[in-house]
């Protein structure tokens, strides 16, 4: 045992290291190697004892010794190249050489030594290439013709005679010869028994990676019949992979991504690798009898090529291998980042609405404050009368009443925006706040020429709200349906009870509002139309605190609108119901001085 690894260790030490990491590789190089380095070395050894015993050697066997020499140097050649298939030629050339030079002086082909021709291309066989082989049975062949050649027109030596008769000069070679092709044939076998095993190895160990992974390894036809999956799919779509061959896979791909799915797999079957993503649907829990009660589908990337093109005939049957993961949390990150950004553009353009809007709705009044305020200062030198100052101080103070409207509305906005905004819910009678809110804007409709209807009956019940949010809406609404209302309209204001429910509709005949501007009513700092051709006054913010005021008493509002035609809009309150954690409920209170919100409320127009 200590003799063998002594070996093993000297012939692992003369490989060449392209070969040293390569098992097949290896062996062959040691099978080159190893018989011609033992063979030399015997015949080297035994060459003093063979002096002894037999004297001066002819040229023959001086020729054959030296010829020992030959498989060292070739076995150095491959140790220091790693060129095993140049290592068989120069082997082949070295064999032929010696046998033709036997050959020449012992008779040509009747030579006892021309039988070894036969062992040229048997030897190169061992090289386990075709190139080599057939170098090497042209070559036996071109001896041959040359020996025929040369012992037809006399350019051959005379024979040199021996003490060996012929006869037995033949026997010797036959059966030399016999015994070197054993030795070739049992270095084939070991090669082969060789080459089995490690294919067993190399099978088991891809087996066992195909089994283990967490990716999914399947082979496919170019229609899409799955001929292959590895077990790892049954973890990841919940199904055995028995029931998904053929067109199991395809019967659970997505309606929708079945066209790409086959287009991939048609396209690496033509030999253009690619990739595709598509959804996939996956068992989940199972009930008591282990049949799935429940799918959901998971998004899968497949990555496809043409399976083994050199190998004939996997060309031909247009197989694809491809190799699959599950890719769902990274489609659930993109889908969450272009939400963000999607958000994040709402947010871009809800900045340019504000900015457009406040431009214009702060610095108005701003410049009317700063232009009047300063006539008043310098009153001596205009010599104002009392009637003018006193129209000025009027047009300062609506002024700093629509500022102060301006700034309570965007407070309040984002109040409610941030779940901050609280409102006191108290029993109170709707119609009083209804027609009272309609008192106080029916001047402005007259002065529009604007005819202001108002429909509430008597018998209207008490309502659990608060009642400045109520007469807010009310004022936000019916101040809305003013604005827009072109001179000669109408504008009606109608409460009606519905179940358990006041709902209350605001109509004007009005502008009305385009159907692609409808979705958005309701969304701060926005007004229909363009916002740079502003035709009326406001922040846009009117409705939007309506659309606010009306989800804290747990109501619904609705927007009915044409173009030219008029808006109506209907707010459904509950007439009790419990308000959401944000609101703190109340007793009654008595009326006292009206507050800043009550200022804000008439003045949101």
Excluded at 276 to 285: A, K, M, S
Excluded at 293 to 317: K, N, T, Y
Excluded at 384 to 399: F, G, H, T, V, W
Excluded at 566 to 584: D, R
């Amino acid at each position: 045992m200590a003799i063998s690894r002594i070996i093993s260790e000297c012939l692992d030490a003369l490989l060449h290291p392209s070969a040293r990491f390569d098992a097949l590789a290896s062996a062959r190089h040691r099978a080159f190697i190893a018989p011609r380095l033992l063979g030399s070395l015997a015949a080297l050894a035994a060459f003093p004892v063979y002096l002894v015993l037999r004297g001066a050697p002819s040229a023959l066997e001086t020729l054959a010794f030296v010829w020992l020499i030959a498989p060292i140097l070739l076995s150095w050649f491959l140790s220091r190249t790693g060129r095993y298939e140049s290592a068989h030629v120069l082997s082949s050339l070295s064999l032929a050489s010696l046998i033709m030079v036997i050959a020449a002086l012992t008779g040509g082909i009747e030579s006892f030594a021309a039988i070894w021709l036969v062992l040229v291309p048997s030897e190169a066989a061992l090289s386990a290439s075709r190139r080599v082989v057939a170098f090497a049975a042209g070559l036996a062949l071109g001896c041959a013709a040359a020996l025929i050649a040369a012992g037809h027109f006399g350019l051959l030596p005379a024979p040199e005679t021996g003490e060996l008769s012929r006869a037995a000069a033949m026997a010797l070679s036959v059966a030399a010869a016999t015994l070197y092709a054993s030795g070739l044939a049992f270095g084939s076998e070991s090669l082969t028994r060789t080459s089995d095993t490690l294919l067993s190895v190399e099978e088991e160990r891809y087996r066992l990676l195909a089994l283990h992974m967490s990716d999914v390894i399947s082979r496919h036809a170019r229609n899409g019949d799955l001929r292959f999956i590895s077990p790892a799919v049954e973890a990841l779509i919940g199904q055995s992979t028995a029931r998904l061959l053929g067109q199991g896979l395809f019967d659970r791909v997505h309606v929708a991504d079945r066209p790409a799915y086959l287009k991939a797999l048609s396209d690496a079957g033509r030999g253009e690798p690619g990739s595709v993503e598509f959804r996939v649907r996956r068992e989940v829990p199972r009930d008591d009898r282990g049949r799935p009660v429940a799918s959901e589908f998971i998004w899968l990337e497949m990555r496809c090529r043409p399976f083994d093109p050199d190998v004939p005939g996997a060309a031909r049957d247009h197989e694809v291998v491809a190799v699959m993961r599950d890719v769902t949390d990274r489609k659930l990150q993109e889908q969450a980042l272009e939400e963000a950004r999607a958000e994040a553009s709402r947010a871009d353009a809800a900045k340019a609405r504000f900015l457009a809007t406040m431009s214009h709705e702060l610095r108005t009044p701003l410049n009317a404050v700063i232009g009047f305020s300063d006539m008043i200062l310098h009153e001596d030198d205009l010599r104002l009368a009392p009637e003018r100052r006193k129209e000025y101080a009027q047009l300062i103070n609506d002024s700093g009443q629509h500022l102060l409207s301006v700034v309570n509305g965007i407070l309040d906005m984002s109040k409610m925006e941030s779940g901050n905004f609280e409102i006191v819910p108290e029993p109170f009678a709707p119609r009083p706040a209804l027609l009272n809110c309609c008192n106080l804007l029916a001047l402005k409709a007259r002065e529009n020429g604007i005819d202001l209807v108002t429909r509430a009956p008597e018998n209207l019940p008490e309502i659990v709200g608060d009642p400045r949010a109520f007469k807010q809406i009310l004022l936000n609404l019916v101040s809305n349906a003013i604005k827009f209302t072109e001179r000669g309209g109408a504008v009606s204001v109608e409460a009606v009870v519905e179940g358990v429910r006041l709902v209350l509709r605001v109509s004007d005949t009005g502008v009305g509002i385009a159907a692609e501007d409808l979705k958005r009513i309701g969304d701060p700092f926005f007004q229909a139309g363009k916002t740079y051709q502003r035709r009326h006054e406001g922040t846009g913010l009117g409705l939007s605190i309506v659309k606010s005021l009306v989800g804290l008493h747990g109501g619904d509002i609705d927007v009915k609108s044409e173009v030219d035609r008029g808006t109506t809009v209907t707010v459904s309150l509950p007439l009790a119901q419990p308000m959401p954690s944000n609101v703190t409920t109340l007793a009654p209170v008595q009326p006292s001085e009206p507050k800043l919100q009550d200022y804000q409320v008439k003045k949101s127009a």
